[in-house]
């Protein structure tokens, strides 16, 4: 039977790639795309899918929760899937503020609107609100720490992962408070298509692109656990369709890369694009590679972030062991697979550097 998705922070980088994977699986569900369009929204990140049948843009703000309600009335919604939050951590530190906006109150917001238009007769219908967070908050981990699993103690360190943990807790106050069928999934660091230019790989890689410097924090040692955004897709779709209700479950990537090397290995595989393909140096004239140069020497060390967690890494065997979960991309498939998307859509990215 054909499914009714509210997706929020639909126009956001993991969001629109979600709308994108299950429009492919799912072409009969409906689905409602709701975004805000603050300045990481971006209603391109949708483009061929508007206008078709069974999909449905809308902009607002989750914290307008008549406005939610109504939607989730509207479209008879059965699953939401919730995506919407502030996520830069540098930004959460000088401005707090709308992180807990967003993050908390917004979330707080939805589910006030889920728990009425579901629970609000005599008899619930199925449902399932599912709540998309972070492995930040559980905070940092040691070099020979095991990687962050479900029952860890949560210690966050930053606003941002403070504001997420809080909106985790909420989720799982309104499963055991009134009945509200929730699943919340605590994901790696992602990346791919339609990743906003202000997040590591995307900077490095238009920075390249335009030769200017690419700034890593301290010496580049932090460590994390990459994630190729359409895998994270996968794995929610697993928890929407076999997870436990009441349940969360941990998405990693099993693939752990010092930041440093992360910025090494891009500037490395850029520069063996421009000499296999002389049109780039045509195209991207800038680029140290065009000149014969090597992107390595953008490579600059900067002050480091306030609070920065040393290393993350997920623990990814309950999702593995329950539901059958595993990536599909290696780092090394999924970065060529990124670079070849931004490559091809300059038109894309170009506009963003403005914002």
Same mark, same amino acid.
């Given at each position: 039977?054909?499914?009714?998705?509210?997706?929020?922070?639909?126009?956001?980088?993991?969001?629109?790639?979600?709308?994108?994977?299950?429009?492919?699986?799912?072409?009969?569900?409906?689905?409602?795309?709701?975004?805000?369009?603050?300045?990481?929204?971006?209603?391109?990140?949708?483009?061929?899918?508007?206008?078709?049948?069974?999909?449905?843009?809308?902009?607002?703000?989750?914290?307008?929760?008549?406005?939610?309600?109504?939607?989730?009335?509207?479209?008879?919604?059965?699953?939401?899937?919730?995506?919407?939050?502030?996520?830069?951590?540098?930004?959460?530190?000088?401005?707090?503020?709308?992180?807990?906006?967003?993050?908390?109150?917004?979330?707080?917001?939805?589910?006030?609107?889920?728990?009425?238009?579901?629970?609000?007769?005599?008899?619930?219908?199925?449902?399932?609100?599912?709540?998309?967070?972070?492995?930040?908050?559980?905070?940092?981990?040691?070099?020979?720490?095991?990687?962050?699993?479900?029952?860890?103690?949560?210690?966050?360190?930053?606003?941002?992962?403070?504001?997420?943990?809080?909106?985790?807790?909420?989720?799982?106050?309104?499963?055991?408070?009134?009945?509200?069928?929730?699943?919340?999934?605590?994901?790696?660091?992602?990346?791919?298509?339609?990743?906003?230019?202000?997040?590591?790989?995307?900077?490095?890689?238009?920075?390249?692109?335009?030769?200017?410097?690419?700034?890593?924090?301290?010496?580049?040692?932090?460590?994390?656990?990459?994630?190729?955004?359409?895998?994270?897709?996968?794995? $929610?779709?697993? +928890?929407?369709?076999?997870?436990?209700?009441?349940?969360? #479950?941990? *998405?990693?990537? @099993?693939?752990?890369? !010092?930041?440093?090397?992360?910025?090494?290995?891009?500037?490395?595989?850029?520069?063996?694009?421009?000499?296999?393909?002389?049109?780039?140096?045509?195209?991207?004239?800038?680029?140290?590679?065009?000149?014969?140069?090597?992107?390595?020497?953008? $490579?600059?060390? +900067?002050?480091?972030?306030?609070?920065?967690?040393?290393? #993350?890494? *997920?623990?990814? @065997?309950?999702?593995? !062991?329950?539901?059958?979960?595993?990536?599909?991309?290696?780092?090394?498939?999924?970065?060529?697979?990124?670079?070849?998307?931004?490559?091809?859509?300059?038109?894309?990215?170009?506009?963003?550097?403005?914002?």
């Amino acid at each position: 039977m054909a499914r009714s998705l509210l997706v929020t922070g639909a126009a956001g980088f993991i969001g629109a790639n979600f709308v994108h994977y299950w429009r492919r699986k799912y072409p009969d569900d409906c689905i409602v795309a709701l975004d805000a369009l603050t300045y990481a929204g971006n209603r391109a990140n949708l483009a061929g899918l508007e206008g078709s049948a069974g999909f449905h843009f809308v902009q607002a703000n989750i914290c307008d929760n008549p406005r939610v309600l109504a939607i989730l009335q509207e479209h008879r919604v059965d699953t939401l899937v919730h995506f919407a939050a502030e996520s830069h951590v540098d930004r959460s530190i000088t401005a707090p503020d709308a992180f807990i906006e967003t993050n908390v109150v917004g979330t707080h917001s939805l589910l006030q609107a889920a728990r009425e238009y579901w629970l609000g007769g005599a008899e619930p219908p199925p449902h399932r609100f599912h709540h998309v967070s972070t492995d930040e908050v559980y905070g940092s981990l040691a070099p020979e720490d095991p990687g962050f699993h479900e029952a860890q103690q949560y210690q966050p360190n930053s606003p941002y992962s403070a504001s997420k943990a809080a909106s985790d807790h909420l989720v799982r106050a309104y499963h055991h408070t009134y009945g509200l069928q929730v699943t919340t999934s605590n994901c790696s660091n992602n990346y791919g298509p339609y990743h906003f230019p202000e997040k590591l790989i995307p900077l490095c890689l238009t920075n390249i692109l335009r030769g200017l410097p690419l700034p890593v924090y301290g010496d580049g040692s932090n460590i994390r656990d990459w994630l190729y955004v359409e895998d994270h897709c996968r794995g $929610i779709e697993l +928890v929407l369709q076999d997870g436990v209700v009441g349940e969360t #479950y941990n *998405i990693g990537g @099993n693939n752990e890369w !010092r930041n440093l090397a992360i910025v090494e290995l891009l500037c490395d595989e850029l520069d063996r694009r421009f000499r296999a393909e002389s049109a780039l140096g045509e195209r991207f004239p800038q680029a140290p590679a065009a000149s014969g140069g090597s992107a390595r020497d953008l $490579i600059r060390f +900067v002050e480091d972030r306030a609070g920065h967690d040393w290393r #993350y890494a *997920i623990d990814a @065997n309950k999702i593995t !062991r329950e539901l059958g979960y595993s990536p599909v991309e290696t780092f090394e498939t999924g970065i060529r697979r990124t670079i070849d998307w931004y490559l091809a859509n300059e038109n894309w990215w170009r506009p963003l550097l403005h914002r």
